[in-house]
């Protein structure tokens, strides 16, 4: 007989025992007087000599395989509370479990780029929505009445004080100096709020991530290196990047970053409007005005700050073409992240 | 602004393609944006910083191209040819002939201002190449007259207005502010109120233009126009802007005169079109005037090379820094060591600081050039943690199954009256768009409740949602914000088990389990839910502070919100002061040595006696055995008489001393049972 055979059988017969008296009738079967076991072993003898020895240790093999799986066997049964276990499920059924629930996607990237600056060093910290126009406007170096605030179109709150909603997180910039001395690095998350009428790419509210570095001898190559740590952080090591000047009243010199497209991969697409580069934020050295404005010496003193849309980095991440719906919180939406 | 590759040739020689050429100007900071070719030459569309009035011209970008490939520009000042002289020494220019006579009623709202008289002329069709450049560049052709004032507009940047001189009375210009109440009809057709915020020009009689926004329409240089008078002027942006805004009027001569125009430029933008306008029209100019100044004040801005060097993180030669410099048509003069005087020229006022000049060098230089390094940071940790309770919180909600939302801070007084608030206190705002950015959210539950019923209606039939962010209110010390947290859910969750599907139907208890989950992790242990009177209301205590509440919206709402056969609960709660009560700190407590025994009572209650008053008191009578005393499970049904409700109460018995022996439990059961029948009248079963 085939050893390998048995040793088949064994196993499949084994999974049926399901009682006291089914592993018996397996028990007999094997190891009984007249059983397959004890057939094996009276059939010793009638082998080539050289056969025997081998034969012989896997017959022993299987008999205390077998025996081991009878004592395993009895143990399950008697903690089945004496009775036959049944299969009472059906291992394609739905696992029972609680359903998680989920972050909002902008929740996700805000904490992933926050995350990426506070391993680098920043701090997190967190100002008012409703400021007052100096610090919105005036102590950035935006004048009034200069068509550089049109970008800039303001809530303004009802009242005799002209207090306003955000348009951006720079007014924490203003916050923090007043308050603390450089060596400074500091992250800003937060809602802003900008009275634009809304459409697939504008929305009157929308989050914001400011950053920005004091310190003796801090370089526009620095800003460079920081925000090259990041780009690729977030959107992967073998991203392109680069800096393209531009004009902000609070830095100077100013440079919008662009990173290479990630749907086209550089080659033009409809996502980069055919230019194979994407904006993804604006940066540069903050203008000595600014810290004249907080009390810093400008000669002592240099400084790199940055902002970005939050929205605009998770369309980008997720490929999601419409910024309302962020705001609609659609569960078949948030489900996806 | 567009502007197209061959107009820019007249300016500049220039060898390399249009393609190229854009790619030039979009890393020198002049970026272009879109590129077509059309008609045989390109155009391109650039958009310019509001600090670059200066690059809203062909001339000014051709500057940009001279100064980024180290080319010439093909442009030099033209003396004036008529009766006065543009002299370099002096910067004011007069009115000299009787026949032009121009008031200016302050100067600081009219720097400068210039006309020309030109007559015998012939208005008709412009010629084909001029029609052309104006289309490509988006603007309609109208007359050879108009075309010409436009044409100079988008070449030297400087806006130029052309009256009907037979339509202004008494032959003089003045520049003034309107009366309150005097009205204009402007070339649109329109009439305007004016007031004393917009500046005008005028005759003897009546306004004749917005001073830099629009021209009035009878003084409109039309086909019968023989003779007209030519503007080129400079008006005070702040007038030019408000008037514009008000008016809601966007020109590309407001959009320009608001930027600030060069005031050298004025007269050459003049003179540019007298000469097209002689070569085109066939009219001569005999008189002329002008009054005011013709120059800005010459600066000089002291450059220590260290610094740009030190700035960029760069090391750009001094040899370098000065061809960049003398290349953007600015005057350096060598100091002492690397520290030069550098004088901006009259177009480019936005240059006044060193770090200007950095920013002009660095790029021009290149900022590809410039290499990336990594500044050492010195961190410091903030003793504020309300990021990471902040952080916490969503993940005790996540893992409770509640999805996060993200709703707007401004929302309409009517979704407030929805619920009852009559909008008093809440923070309105002064300038919304549309009726949905009204008010500053005094609360959160009605958003989250809108953001329900949308995906009721999207045939979702559970929803469980969270958000943390702030609520304003007003208050004496100004507008104040508040961190929130704000919890809502919705109907029904089937769970499939083995023995079956179980229908949860979502409740207050639902909402009162997640707020205890949340309070332990926070390791607050004293907080309280108990009904006030209104079942439907349940203030929310922490250590004896009302921090928010449960509520269950009521029917009138739920109809508001169009919500049918659906509950919503919810839970506001204010988190800025929640945290203050929060304490993370562990300690380690040894774990019992000894086993504890269970004794479960099962008891019908009233259905008015408090349950958590009988567990109060149980656990007090228990004492010091009695470890916890804790229901684990309730009875409704026939066996229940109406009135009546029944639980079963485990009680755990544990001593830290020895292992508990009949003897010693018995008699504290008993004593439990006892009181429970004698002081909450229960029915021990």
Not at chain 2, 74 to 94: E, H, V, W, Y
Request: glycine share 8%.
């Amino acid at each position: 007989m085939d050893i390998d055979a048995i040793k088949t059988q064994v196993d499949f017969e084994i999974g049926s025992v399901d009682s006291v008296r089914s592993l018996e009738a397996f028990r007999l079967k094997f190891l009984g007087r007249k059983g397959i076991i004890a057939q094996l072993t009276s059939s010793i003898p009638n082998l080539h000599p050289q056969e025997r020895g081998a034969f012989g240790q896997e017959v022993n093999a299987l008999k205390n395989k077998v025996s081991s799986l009878i004592t395993e066997k009895q143990r399950s049964i008697a903690s089945g509370s004496g009775e036959s276990r049944q299969r009472t499920y059906d291992i394609g059924m739905p696992g029972i479990a609680q359903e998680l629930g989920s972050l909002h996607p902008l929740t996700q990237v805000l904490n992933e780029i926050c995350g990426i600056f506070k391993k680098m060093g920043f701090a997190v910290v967190e100002g008012p929505e409703i400021e007052s126009e100096y610090n919105n406007f005036t102590g950035l170096n935006i004048p009034l009445e200069h068509p550089s605030r049109d970008v800039f179109d303001t809530f303004y709150l009802k009242g005799k004080e002209r207090l306003l909603l955000r348009s951006h997180t720079s007014p924490v910039q203003i916050r923090v100096m007043k308050k603390q001395k450089p060596p400074l690095a500091v992250i800003v998350p937060g809602r802003v709020y900008r009275p634009d009428a809304v459409d697939a790419s504008h929305s009157f509210m929308f989050h914001q991530i400011e950053g920005f570095m004091v310190d003796r001898n801090i370089t526009f190559a620095d800003l460079k290196g920081i925000l090259e740590v990041f780009a690729k952080a977030v959107f992967g090591e073998d991203i392109k990047m680069r800096f393209r000047p531009h004009f902000f009243p609070f830095t100077e010199p100013s440079a919008e970053v662009d990173i290479s497209c990630i749907i086209c991969k550089g080659r033009g697409c409809s996502v980069c409007g055919k230019k194979g580069w994407l904006e993804i934020l604006g940066s540069g050295m903050i203008h000595p005005n600014v810290f004249k404005h907080v009390g810093y010496d400008p000669k002592k003193y240099t400084g790199f700050a940055f902002g970005m849309g939050v929205e605009r980095i998770a369309m980008l991440k997720y490929g999601i073409n419409d910024i309302r719906i962020f705001f609609e919180n659609d569960l078949r939406f948030l489900k996806q992240f | 602004m567009k502007i197209t590759y061959k107009w820019l040739k007249d300016f500049v020689d220039i060898r390399v393609s249009a393609q190229r050429l854009s790619e030039m100007l979009t890393m020198a900071g002049q970026e272009v944006t879109s590129l077509e070719k059309r008609d045989g030459d390109v155009v391109f569309e650039i958009e310019v910083t509001s600090n670059r009035p200066d690059c809203l011209s062909v001339l000014g970008i051709a500057r940009e191209v001279a100064a980024i490939m180290g080319k010439k520009i093909k442009f030099s000042l033209q003396p004036s040819a008529l009766n006065f002289q543009l002299k370099a020494d002096s910067r004011k220019l007069r009115a000299d002939s009787q026949k032009l006579i121009i008031k200016i009623e302050n100067k600081k709202d009219c720097p400068l201002y210039t006309g020309k008289i030109i007559k015998d002329l012939k208005v008709g069709p412009s010629p084909d190449w001029l029609r052309k450049r104006l289309e490509l560049v988006g603007c309609r052709s109208v007359n050879n007259i108009v075309d010409i004032t436009n044409y100079v507009l988008f070449e030297y940047g400087a806006p130029l207005h052309a009256f009907d001189r037979s339509q202004l009375s008494g032959g003089s210009i003045i520049v003034r502010r309107a009366k309150n109440g005097e009205k204009l009809t402007t070339i649109d057709e329109k009439q305007r109120v004016l007031n004393t915020d917009n500046l005008i020009i005028a005759d003897y009689d009546k306004p004749v233009a917005i001073a830099g926004v629009m021209g009035g329409r009878d003084t409109e240089v039309a086909r019968g126009t023989v003779e007209i008078l030519l503007e080129a002027a400079i008006f005070d942006p702040i007038l030019v802007r408000r008037s514009r805004q008000k008016l809601g009027l966007q020109s590309e001569s407001s959009y320009r005169f608001e930027r600030g125009i060069d005031p050298q430029i004025v007269e050459q933008a003049s003179l540019r079109a007298v000469a097209l306008i002689e070569k085109l029209a066939g009219g001569r100019c005999r008189v002329a005037g002008a009054l005011g100044v013709a120059q800005s004040k010459r600066r000089t801005i002291v450059l220590d090379l260290s610094r740009v060097n030190k700035n960029l993180g760069v090391n750009i030669p001094a040899s370098q820094v000065k061809k960049i410099l003398h290349n953007l048509g600015l005057r350096v003069k060598a100091g002492k060591k690397n520290i030069f005087s550098v004088e901006p020229p009259s177009y480019r006022p936005d240059l006044n600081l060193a770090v200007d000049l950095i920013e002009e060098i660095a790029r021009i230089y290149g900022f590809e050039l410039i290499p990336t390094t990594q500044p050492a940071i010195r961190p410091r940790v903030s003793r504020d943690n309300t990021q990471e309770l902040v952080s916490l919180t969503k993940r005790v909600l996540v893992g409770l199954g509640l999805r996060e939302v993200i709703t707007y801070s401004l929302i309409d007084k009517g979704l407030l009256a929805s619920f009852g608030s009559d909008a008093k206190g809440a923070i309105e705002i002064l300038n919304p768009l549309s009726s949905e950015q009204e008010v500053l959210r005094p609360a959160l539950i009605p958003s989250l409740s809108r953001c329900i019923a949308y995906n009721l209606n999207q045939k979702q039939d559970y929803v469980s949602i969270f958000e943390i962010a702030n609520t304003y209110s007003a208050s004496n010390s100004g507008p104040k914000e508040e961190l929130v947290l704000g919890i809502a859910f919705s109907g029904s969750k089937t769970l499939l088990f083995e023995q079956g599907a179980i229908k949860n139907e979502f409740g207050l208890l639902h909402l009162k389990g997640i707020a205890e989950v949340f309070f332990n992790r926070l390791g607050i242990k004293d907080y309280d839910f108990t009904e006030q009177g209104n079942p439907e209301v349940i203030p929310v205590y922490v250590n004896k502070e009302h921090l928010g509440s449960m509520v269950r919206l009521s029917r009138t709402v739920l109809n508001k919100l169009d919500i049918k056969n659906k509950e919503i609960f919810a839970l506001e709660i204010s988190l800025s002061r929640i945290f203050s009560h929060a304490n993370l700190k562990k300690q380690f407590a040894a774990l019992p040595k000894f086993p504890g025994i269970a004794r479960d009572i099962s008891v019908t209650l009233e259905q008015s006696v408090s349950i958590k008053q009988a567990l109060a008191q149980i656990e007090e009578i228990g004492k010091p055995l009695l470890k916890s005393a804790r229901i684990i499970d309730s009875y409704k049904g026939k066996q229940i008489p109406c009135g009546y409700k029944a639980f079963t109460i485990s009680c755990e018995y544990r001593s830290d001393q020895r292992t508990l022996t009949e003897a010693e439990i018995n008699p504290a059961h008993a004593a439990i049972c006892r009181e429970l029948a004698e002081r909450f009248g229960a029915t021990i079963r």
